[in-house]
């Protein structure tokens, strides 16, 4: 049995592998979703925060009007 005797299965193998190691899809998929995350994060510490500062804020309401 010669080695070389499946050189075309081999340069199809080496063909697939090429294509699939040069595609950026994946990457930019990847990417792009590691950016919606981050926006993500941002806007759920934004809206904690804002509602941590509203809750104080009606609570001093509520404690200046029950002592009036």
């Not at 699939?20 to 919606?36: M, Q």
């Not at 809206?47 to 809750?55: C, D, E, H, M």
């Amino acid at each position: 049995m010669d080695v070389f005797e499946n050189t075309g299965s081999v340069r199809r193998v080496s063909r697939a592998w090429a294509v699939f190691r040069d595609d950026e899809s994946g990457a930019t998929v990847i990417e792009y979703t590691l950016i919606i995350a981050l926006i993500f994060l941002a806007i759920v510490s934004g809206v904690r925060a804002y509602t941590q500062s509203a809750n104080t804020m009606y609570n001093e309401i509520e404690t200046a009007v029950e002592g009036a």
